[in-house]
């Protein structure tokens, strides 16, 4: 008989042999994982505070193939089904009917349905006054995968409303969202450091197919130099907007490559119609005419931009590109005396007060502050005294307080190829963007006459007539379109520079190891 030493002896050898002769499953595994585990460092030029989709506007979640909405927009700009796979209009866009895709999971494996999107959707409402705002929702219905919205008035674009990153579907039960939202995206939060980097790794589960990166890190960093440095040094894979005058050594150096396509987005400049002297158009025609467009497209966007004739591309068939031409010191003193000025011992004086303005911007767009700086230097050989401040949260900023007189700002006028976005949100009262506090009756009249208008000839004839009308009052001053820079490894693969600016970190982003 064998003792039971001597037989738990015998069942460790075999063991041992057993282990010696079989391949090492773990060390394949890991060497396999370094072939297939790839990943990017993607860094971006403005900081968010919140993941929450709902309510961030900087659209990380979206942007970071966290987050997708029921309707997205191609790289045509025009719409397109994302997690809505169709939908139907009845009563001239008043009721809608949304079709949501089958088969699709959250992050935490919860199925998606019509009842989750209308959570979701309840939820973007409640959080942001914005959004309440454009989709004017009054009633939604769920039924298995059927979700049917009623307005509060007929809005035939309605599904372009629905693009908008605020709108992303998520499960609105997570625990926190504004650290870990959970989406339907390719790729889902690890970990989230505010102010500094996301944290992500590939959904297993995708609906749309295999996602080919494992992992990546959407990070931010407001100085362009850095994220300049961070390409060079290896640090950063891609990165979002590299200062222009870096362009020329990125361009030739074979170990980067650099995507620019024109955006649809302007830099603007807005005046607080709370301002006495600003009510007067003639005092804001005054500063636009300091407003030197080809020298800020050659000197500040070194040719990275086009000058702006107004808030859209002038491709859209609802541009208006009728904008004044007066241009000069001249011209600005000619509308200055038309409002009351008069130039006295360097400085400009109405009613024994000298024109003294402040002037808002933030430095995540670098162009910015030097724009400004031009503006500034030109409204002092008239005497206007213009104070330049940097703000950090310039949104929050500009919309919560009235002690700011001018604005440089940008916008992303027209990212689902329609006007009505944008003229509802920057010129309506109350519009969720309308921090100039306009309140114009006819040009009101005329945004609620688009966004109740079906025929697509009628609304561009209406959003013509309203950006005409905004840039014959000078309500706005548009500057440039900047073109859209992005500069990344030539390593990294499939990197598409979408024109909307709302999708980045996609399934299809690859990296050679």
């Avoid at 719409?79 to 088969?103: Q, S, V």
Wanted: aromatic share 8%; hydrophobic share 40%.
């Amino acid at each position: 008989m064998i003792n039971n030493k001597k037989l738990v002896s015998m069942i460790f050898l075999v063991l041992l042999c057993l282990t010696a002769c079989a391949p090492n499953e773990e060390s394949v595994s890991i060497k396999e994982r370094k072939k297939t585990d790839k990943s990017v460092t993607f860094l971006f030029n403005f900081t968010s505070a919140t993941l929450d989709p709902h309510t961030d506007d900087n659209y990380t979640a979206v942007r970071g193939g966290v987050g997708e909405t029921l309707v997205k927009i191609n790289d045509d700009l025009k719409i397109k089904p994302w997690l809505a796979e169709k939908w139907e209009t009845k009563d001239n866009g008043l009721t809608w009917t949304f079709m949501i895709r089958k088969n699709i999971t959250f992050q935490n494996g919860k199925a998606l349905d019509a009842n989750a999107v209308k959570s979701s959707l309840q939820r973007t409402i409640d959080q942001s006054y914005a959004m309440k705002n454009a989709l004017n929702i009054k009633e939604m219905k769920a039924n298995s995968h059927a979700l049917t919205i009623t307005l509060k008035e007929p809005m035939p674009k309605f599904p372009s409303e629905l693009v908008h990153p605020n709108t992303a579907i998520i499960d609105v039960d997570a625990s926190n969202i504004a650290k870990k939202p959970i989406g339907t995206g390719p790729f889902r939060v690890l970990s989230f450091d505010q102010g500094n980097q996301v944290k992500l790794e590939r959904y297993e589960n995708y609906w749309g197919g295999k996602v080919k990166l494992k992992s990546a890190i959407f990070g931010f960093n407001e100085d362009a130099n850095a994220r300049v440095a961070a390409l060079q040094s290896g640090t950063a894979d891609i990165i979002y907007r590299p200062p222009l005058e870096s362009l020329g050594t990125l361009q030739t150096d074979p170990s980067f490559k650099v995507s620019g396509v024109p955006s649809v987005r302007t830099h603007l400049l807005l005046y607080n119609q709370t301002n006495d002297a600003l009510k007067d158009e003639n005092v804001r025609k005054a500063i636009d005419a300091l407003l030197n467009r080809k020298e800020v497209v050659s000197s500040i966007m070194n040719n990275q931009a086009a000058a702006a004739r107004g808030p859209f591309l002038p491709q859209f068939p609802f541009a208006d590109n009728t904008a004044s031409d007066q241009r000069g010191i001249a011209s600005a003193k000619r509308y200055l005396e038309k409002a009351g000025y008069q130039i006295k011992n360097g400085k400009t004086i109405r009613n024994g007060k000298p024109l003294s303005l402040s002037l808002v911007t933030y430095s995540s767009l670098p162009e910015l502050p030097l724009i400004a700086q031009l503006i500034q230097s030109n409204a002092k050989e008239l005497g206007i005294n213009i104070k330049i401040h940097l703000v950090e949260d310039s949104d929050e900023y500009l919309m919560a307080k009235d002690d700011w007189d001018l604005a440089l700002y940008s916008l992303i006028t027209a990212p689902r190829g329609d006007a009505s976005y944008y003229l509802s949100t920057n010129y309506l009262p109350g519009g969720g963007l309308n921090a100039s506090r306009i309140n114009d009756d006819k040009l009101t009249k005329m945004i609620q006459q688009l966004n109740s208008t079906v025929e697509d000839a009628k609304r561009d004839q209406l959003a013509k007539q309203a950006t005409a009308l905004i840039n014959g009052k000078m309500l706005t001053s548009s500057i440039v379109h900047p073109n859209i820079v992005v500069a990344y490894n030539q390593k990294v693969k499939n990197w598409t520079t979408n024109p909307s600016e709302y999708y980045m970190l996609t399934q299809h982003l690859d990296i050679t190891p």
